[in-house]
């Protein structure tokens, strides 16, 4: 019993979750739709929408989704309040790993002087501890695993119609996102429309 406890606690893990990364990974073309827009907003007048070609009437742009994904403030406040979580959730468990651990060792020490029942006793106790903190753990990750999921979808959810408003607002049809791994491998800087969406998007969702 003793050496499995040790094999299995001897240590003070330190568990987390890699926070989403909104606009990583994926790209973004929202097409403008064709019914009269619902949204009380007129074209932009400062900047333009930007023709695709010399032949063409579609208009299209870029956004920089690390930059989107940095200055949008709403997003950022929701990675900070996940990330809190998982400190706390971290610093709760540490915790009590490590009073359990000066407890095992604690038991190492005296257990030649124990009788046989209290050291049986004791074992016992011990290895209902071990059980608990590791149902902790997978309970702590499986709580913030669903908080981040909810708050992914929220995200996508909310990006999905904001794209869609300020392209409708600027008069694109296209609008696409330029990252690594992205099919739009180059833009041209007139095309960039990166600060016009944060804007947007901060002015929308100031809290």
């Known amino acids: 019993m003793i050496n499995q406890l040790l094999k299995a606690l001897l240590f003070v893990a330190v568990f987390g979750l890699t926070a989403w990364a909104v606009l990583e990974g994926t790209r973004t ?74 407890d095992l060792q604690d038991f190492q020490r005296k257990a030649a002087g124990m009788g046989e029942s209290q050291r049986q006793m004791a074992e016992q106790s011990l290895a209902r501890r071990q059980q608990n903190l590791e149902q902790m753990r997978e309970g702590m990750v499986t709580e913030l695993s669903k908080t981040e999921e909810a708050l992914d979808a929220e995200l996508r959810s909310l990006m999905d119609g904001e794209f ?44």
Not at 67 to 92: P, T
Not at 166 to 192: E, M, N
């Open 29 to 102: 073309c929202s097409e403008a739709s064709s019914a009269p827009n619902s949204l009380p907003v007129q074209p932009d007048q400062a900047s333009g929408p930007v023709l695709g070609g010399p032949n063409s009437g579609t208009s299209m742009a870029y956004i920089r989704s690390e930059e989107v994904a940095r200055d949008f403030r709403w997003m950022a406040r929701q990675k900070d309040a996940l990330k809190a979580r998982l400190l706390k959730a971290e610093k709760e468990w540490e915790g009590e790993a490590s009073r359990f651990q000066k």
């Open 164 to 207: 869609k408003a300020f392209a409708q607002k600027a008069g694109y049809d296209y609008l696409w996102a330029l990252q690594p791994g992205s099919g739009l491998l180059y833009g041209d800087s007139a095309r960039d429309v990166t600060r016009s969406l944060v804007d947007f998007l901060n002015q929308r969702h100031p809290r």
